[in-house]
């Protein structure tokens, strides 16, 4: 069964870290681009990173360039975002995508699978 299962939500003050794991199951990651999204009350789902297989190459939203960090362990078959300086605006439930490509993406449209999602809650 073709799963992948998001970890390491949870409520942190501004300013803290976190750091979410993307793990998956009944499939490799070797062949799929791997997206981060989230999705706050009331919103739509925004595109937050993604990594590509082909050279490893991130891309990021310019609200978290800088802050975030997605990076992958291919023996793991885990992805993983870690999140710094964090704040309220960042809270959100958290969700990874694969996507069957090289190349990852940041339309929704294009993720083949998906995760449950991780709530991320930024409050003093």
């Known amino acids: 069964q073709v799963q992948l299962v998001e970890s390491g939500g949870g409520l942190v003050q501004p300013g803290g870290s976190l750091r979410l794991s993307c793990a998956a199951s009944?499939?490799?990651?070797?062949?799929?681009?791997i997206g981060w999204f989230r999705q706050a009350p009331g919103k739509e789902r925004d595109w937050v990173s993604c990594i590509s297989i082909s050279d490893g190459s991130t891309l990021y939203a310019d609200s978290v360039k800088g802050r975030f960090t997605i990076s992958r362990d291919n023996a793991k078959n885990t992805v993983y975002l870690q999140m710094n300086s964090l704040k309220p605006e960042d809270t959100a439930v958290y969700y990874c995508?694969?996507?069957?490509?090289?190349?990852?993406?940041?339309?929704?449209?294009?993720?083949?699978?998906w995760g449950q999602g991780t709530q991320v809650t930024v409050s003093s």
């Open positions: 995508a694969a996507r069957y490509s090289y190349y990852c993406s940041g339309y929704v449209s294009e993720y083949d699978y």
């Open positions: 009944g499939f490799t990651l070797d062949y799929y681009g």
